[in-house]
């Protein structure tokens, strides 16, 4: 059979942030679906923001309420969402209480009055909520083969009518197997919510979804004033087009820096920046992003340890201006914060500044500050997300500058507490040594992955203008790279004469 | 309140089928709520939200005592005699009634619904004060 003869599943929108996405576009029509979770983890929020989202006059949604909240209190709680459109009521939105039929009947009556109802209105979508009072009602006085018929019927009844159904139901995952309910259903959605250490974390699995590719495993998500929004695990990029390999590079807005980058950093590269305390990480990541809106390429900080005012304050007594930037909207300076973020969450905000801007060049400054800035949940999951995130930016050509803080060791010379060179292209070490009596700074570049680069130990400043290289390598020192070098003299460095 | 509700009494008394005629017009407005809010919360929200009304309707006109909500969410008259139609007992009650959804589902949403049931009605013109408009939007 041709593709083309294929029949098309059309996908409605969840009208969920995030969330068509992770559905692998939608969410299937006339599918018989499934929304569990615990109480309070936003099933009847995220049912009510599908339910929004595709009703209308001619297509109507009929929400049937059965013994749980009350739908006044509902509807009195569920109108404070920004989705909550009061023109849709009671015209395109009609909520039936199913209660007292519940209360007072068998099974086949509230089949009868499900389809009554349905086959009166010819809705769109159908929510059942809460389809678990329902199968309790139905545990006490049918056996599982009459509850099995039960959802049998009402499953084929509705999708004759062309309704997409949501049942939903206070659930545990042990209760998955041999339930007649989840095995009629075509899509499975698991909402979970967790304390972990004094932060809420909330995650949603598609367990599964008939006719189309969902995006597999757990994806975080937030309910705020405009409900639930998802955090998709492959942040959106997964259909993004990878952008061509350039051989452009960068200037880091330093002439002597750029020389030894090999004329400055790769388009699409991945730079790390790391140093101790006072370095200079945040000076070079500011006069990376200056250059960049210098030469027309628009960039975005992601800054967790300082305030946008106060990071534009700082550059500019260097004399970078970060302000008019973005009253111009070529820069964006991002404060992330809040205690209880997610990763993809933060990633998602990083994500949407750079395309929002068409950003070049992103700044994250710093690595040990975005992970304080995530819920201690979260911060596992850390370097698999910053690997997504990098991998998919730098994929479209977005030139990523990070800074991480070290502790200075004055044995050893090392990279990155994080363990994080595989999702580096190029690092950039900044370092204090004590020479003659004084700490000063010197940088090298450690690697990078696009060419050759300059091998030297540069000794630098911090001046009014930003991080100034001076003089060329240091000589007549060993072991600066510890930190405590010793002072040689420059005949015993030179090779002896091939004999 | 009072004023919507009486300009509402006003409609449903003008309104009246010959059947109806015999009817108090509390009992018709709450009929008519009943059955379309029964579909939404349910016979026992309704229930107790007319009972609720009741009470509160009751301390200020004693003439209502005499009337009872029944299981269904119908309003009874024990003593019809006594109760005898008093109009501004049953303005108190359907206000009462209409202020209690206010509260829980706001005003919009419920001239929605009234709008649902008195489609043609122009008692939405005016809210509670008397001074605003608030009709629904189609």
Not at chain 1, 256 to 278: F, Q, R, T, Y
Not at chain 1, 485 to 494: C, N, T
Request: charged share 20%.
């Amino acid at each position: 059979m041709n593709r083309k003869d294929k029949v098309t599943i059309n996908k409605l929108p969840t009208g969920v942030p995030g969330l068509d996405e992770i559905m692998g576009g939608g969410l299937p029509e006339y599918s018989f679906n499934i929304i569990a979770g615990s109480p309070g983890c936003g099933k009847t929020t995220l049912a009510h923001q599908f339910v929004f989202a595709n009703a209308t006059p001619e297509k109507p949604a009929l929400y049937f309420t059965v013994l749980g909240e009350p739908a006044l209190k509902m509807l009195r709680y569920q109108q404070q969402y920004s989705f909550f459109d009061q023109d849709k009521l009671p015209g395109s939105i009609r909520f039936v209480n199913l209660s007292q039929v519940i209360l007072e009947q068998d099974l086949d009556a509230v089949l009868t009055e499900i389809i009554k109802q349905v086959e009166e209105v010819s809705p769109g979508v159908v929510v059942v909520d809460s389809f678990r009072t329902v199968v309790r009602k139905a545990a006490g006085a049918t056996t599982e083969m009459d509850l099995q018929g039960f959802v049998q019927r009402l499953a084929l009844h509705l999708a004759s009518w062309q309704a997409t159904t949501f049942l939903i139901g206070e659930y545990s995952e042990a209760e998955i197997r041999d339930n007649p309910v989840f095995t009629v259903a075509d899509g499975l959605f698991w909402l979970y919510q967790a304390v972990e250490r004094n932060s809420i974390v909330r995650k949603f699995q598609i367990m599964k979804l008939r006719g189309q590719a969902s995006v597999p495993g757990l994806h975080t998500f937030r309910i705020t004033d405009a409900g639930l929004q998802a955090f998709s695990r492959t942040l959106g990029l997964t259909r993004q087009r990878s952008k061509d390999v350039t051989s452009r590079r960068l200037s880091m807005g330093i002439p002597e820096l750029d020389k030894m980058l090999g004329g400055g950093i790769p388009e699409g590269d991945s730079v790390l920046v790391a140093g101790s305390s006072g370095t200079g990480k945040s000076a070079l990541a500011t006069q990376f992003l200056a250059e960049g809106i210098r030469q027309g390429e628009a960039g975005i900080a992601a800054v967790f340890e300082e305030r946008p005012k106060e990071y534009a304050a700082r550059a500019g007594t260097f004399g970078l201006d970060l302000v008019t930037p973005q009253n111009e909207g070529k820069l964006n300076i991002l404060y992330l914060r809040p205690l209880d973020l997610s990763v993809d969450e933060t990633m998602q905000a990083i994500l949407d500044a750079v395309q929002k801007i068409d950003a070049k060049r992103l700044v994250i400054d710093s690595l040990a500050g975005f992970e304080m800035a995530l819920a201690p949940g979260f911060r596992t999951d850390f370097r698999e997300s910053l690997y997504r995130m990098i991998s998919a930016l730098t994929g479209i050509g977005v030139t990523i500058l990070s800074t991480v803080e070290l502790e200075e060791s004055f044995t050893e010379l090392t990279f990155s507490t994080y363990s994080i060179s595989f999702l580096t292209d190029d690092i950039i070490r900044f370092r204090y040594v004590e020479i003659d009596g004084q700490l000063r700074k010197v940088m090298v570049i450690v690697k990078m992955r696009g060419g050759d680069h300059s091998k030297d130990i540069r000794e630098y400043e911090i001046t009014s203008e930003g991080i100034v290289l001076i003089g060329p390598r240091l000589r007549g020192y060993q072991g600066l790279v510890t930190g405590v070098p010793s002072q040689v003299s420059l005949s015993s460095q030179k090779k002896p004469p091939l004999s | 309140m009072r004023e919507f509700a009486e300009r509402l009494f006003a409609y449903e008394a003008a309104a009246a089928t010959p059947s109806e005629a015999n009817v108090p017009v509390a009992f018709r407005v709450c009929e008519k709520l009943r059955h379309s809010l029964t579909t939404l919360a349910g016979a026992a929200g309704f229930h107790s939200l007319l009972l609720r009304a009741l009470a509160l309707a009751k301390r200020e006109a004693p003439s209502l005592g005499t009337l009872r909500v029944n299981a269904a969410g119908s309003l009874e008259d024990v003593a019809p005699n006594r109760y005898n139609q008093d109009a501004e007992g049953g303005t108190l009650l359907v206000a009462h009634l209409i202020e209690l959804l206010f509260t829980f589902i706001g005003k919009a949403l419920t001239l929605r619904l009234m709008h649902d049931i008195w489609p043609d009605a122009s008692f939405y013109s005016l809210n509670a004060e008397g001074t605003q408009k608030h009709e629904p939007q189609r």
